[in-house]
């Protein structure tokens, strides 16, 4: 008999339960073992001493193509179903009783291309042959006195690959060579119990384990020896281990509930993940806004179990595995067993590379999964991106209907003690992977079926025009035009005065006279004289041809300067129906035209070092960020001023421009597109900087929240300063043609119109003028943290944080928000970066939607806009004080960021690891910037410099 476990609306996964075996008392707690390949399951007998072997056959359809959740019965309103079991009823094969004691671990093998069955009891290790007769067994070689003087002991964990076989007895590993029988290696090296060993099948002689002591150790099977050591790395014992074979790293779990992940390169931490926690926050994300169907039935599966205050008294055979003092454990929090799988790829290309649809397609379906069983559930995590996909119960799902004409229900698991994952059988869609659960209270051994949705699940809060929920998609790139009330329609058109005309008193013969001031010096004619001859062009000897990419003749400064009008850019409806890709022609420092690499290597050295400010005590610079022509960096420092490096192609000569105005540190700096002007933002204003005028003082100043035109008769105070911490960000938006301001608790939109004319007698007064299109309102928080948008080229959508946690999606053709994605980051995000593309780089248009988000203690999320959820997390630098910036590489690989380890860090998207860590600096790293033109990195530091790698 089977019954199937109901799963909440937005689940990965469901649980069939499918048969459950009684063990003997003594064996009730000893691991069992499972072969997909075969169809067998081998589990400790209900008589004393014996092993069963049960045969079971999988009833998945290769042709099957549904996803969880679109077919079958069940409550549409929570999302639960009861489906057809994965796998069928299984069937006794045989029994094996060679052992002396109770079996305490048992693991299948390959022998010569057969498969085999290694059973473990009580100092004793016995080879079993499962063709012909099963009653023959070969017992395996025993450790010397010499060696260990009390035996072999008792085998809490074994595994095997290729012909040989690990079993974890006491505070030894004894390896053995199952094609002999006798043992390779006795490993002696940590102080504690061994709880669990892996072997890293994609490396040669590699094996991995973890104690009770809190380290792991790494060992070269080839030689016997201990190739790494760690550290005491958790404040509790390790319990178990899996081995990730694509991204090269394993994951280790402890009893407190913490994953933490490590890779093979250098056995640094990669990542730490809370699993109970980011299970509970997942439960109240998708429960927000949700309302129960009374007239259905309660479903207390559904429920995500995060009760980290109630506690479970663990028999003495089951604390015994998990280390002393561990008797009363909180019931999520013991990790019984992890295992990865990887979503099959239609393409058959290796996982990890990217197609030739793009990097973003393959960080949605190219994902690694990890399999997590804890006590009381079992869950899925995106290992990639930390995030808990689903999360199912064991103790709450004995009301759940049986799929059988039987009254009797099935006899299931309550509290597990031990899991053991079998590999997967796929399809297009879906994937089903078998799992056997050992009671930790009842002496039962139960097997169930795991299925896995292939497809992306929407998260966040969708909001149509209409205002109704429903699931969508969203793009940086639209194809629709906008509407006809739409505020990006706005333009602020300002009414010139006709220059007044001064009467001439004529004659022109008195030096005093009015209207002498415009005439010559002399009376009737000029005198020829080199005075006032003008100056001769100088002759043009050679001018290199720049626009070999394009067809129009134009060359690439035309077209920037051009791109500065309200109509001109690139259309989104066009580019969305052709499907091109962003970028242009580059000029290089030959003078042809070249693109920007694509397969790029990181950049590792430190190629130049420019000094921001002067005197025996540098100014901290916070922030840098570089132009669209690649040449020209603002550096922000804090002590409010903001300097302009140009830095000249070979890196070998740079000029610092300095820009005085903000009353207190500069927090933010933005470049338009056409490269003439630089926006920055402080607290309380914003100032817009010409680079083109030789004037120092900036040409808009935006000092109130409405306009800068004169007040009228009769107008309030709405049009009141900023004040003091108000402002968090500003940026160009729309192509130069607005600006956007995180202003409180909400995102305003200003048109604007600039003159950079320059008169020396009334520098102070500016032509330039502003005024308010429209202000939304951040739904939630109290203020917002970051902002973002593209300006490159035409978007609908922009993005901010807010101070309680979350991330909307503004639409500002209809003014509205699209998207809430609630408690984004377990902070509030002081950043988010877009892949805003390069004009120097080619990329395909579903690139662009990606973006991330940072948060001091929580790392960098990479999030995919059109599902709306975290498709990678960064998290190997060091940000705990220091709010640290980031930036996307324009070939759309790498993610850089500063550190305060004095390093700046260099990710690889398709891994989410670390590739490159750039050291040379003094201080804190507190910003990068990618060049865009060529492949290299600007980081600022807090020893007042920045610095160029390549």
Partial sequence: MSATVPFHAGQNMELTRVWGFPTAGSSAHARPAICVRTGRVAVPSDTPNEVAIFTYQSILSKGECDPLNTSGVGDGATGARLASSGVAQPQLEARLGGHSSAPTAMCFCTVGGTTRLVTAAENEVLLWGLEGDCERCTRLELPPPDISPHGLGSVLHMCCFDSQCSSAAGKSICVHNLGTGVISWWLDGHSATVTATAFATHRPAMLVSVSEDRTFVVWDLEKGTSIFTSCIESPTSFVSIAVDTVLDRFAVGSIDGTIRFFTFRDYTRLHTMDYAGEAARRHRRFSRGSTPDIAAPAARSSRVVTGRGSTTKLPAAVAATLGDGSDDLRNDGVLLQLAFVVRGQDDGGEAGTPPAAGIATVLIEGQVLLFVG???????????????????????????????????????????????????????????????????????????????????????????SGGATEPQSLSMLSGAALLDDSPLHAVLSLVKKAPSQKKSGGGGSARGSKGSTSAPVTFGRKIKSSGYAAPSKPAKMFQPKTDFGGSSGRSLEKRASKSSGDNIGIDPARLASKGSSMGGPRVSRDGLATAYPIDCDPPVTCVGTFPVSAGPRPTPVHSVRIGPAGRSVAALATDGTVSVVKIADDLATSSCR???????????????????????????????????????????????????????????????????????????YYMDKFVLVGVEGALSMYKYSLDATVDDLKRLQTKSRYREVVTLAHPGAKSITAIAAANNFYSYLVLTAGSDRSINVFDMNVAQSVLQIPEAQSRAAHLIELNRGSRYAEMPPDSLNLFFTAAMTDGILMWDLRVGNVVRRFASHRDRATPVGLDFSPCGRYVATGSEDRHAYVYDVRTGTSVSKLSGHTDVVTDVSFRPQRPGLITSCVDGKIRAFE
């Fill in 374 to 464: 804890t006590t009381t559930s079992v869950g899925l995590v995106d290992s990639c991106s930390m995030q808990v996909l689903s999360e199912v119960s064991l103790g709450d799902q004995l009301d759940v209907p049986v799929e059988s004409d039987s009254p009797r229900k099935p006899e299931l698991v309550r509290v597990a003690g031990a899991y053991v994952f079998g590999s997967a059988e796929s399809t297009t869609m879906n994937s089903i992977h078998t799992v056997l659960t050992c009671g930790a209270f009842d002496q039962l051994v139960e097997l169930a079926s795991l299925r896995v949705s292939h497809a992306p699940r929407l998260s966040g809060h969708f909001e149509s």
């Fill in 658 to 732: 300095t820009f005085a105005g903000h009353a207190g540190p500069a927090i933010a700096a933005n470049w338009s597109a056409d490269n003439k002007y630089l926006l920055t933002a402080s607290r309380d204003e914003i100032l817009v900087w010409s680079l083109a005028s030789k004037s120092r003082e900036p040409v808009l100043n935006m000092g109130t929240r409405q306009h800068n035109f004169k007040p009228k008769e009769g107008e309030g105070d709405g049009n009141r300063p900023f004040g003091k911490g108000t402002i968090c960000s500003a940026q160009f």
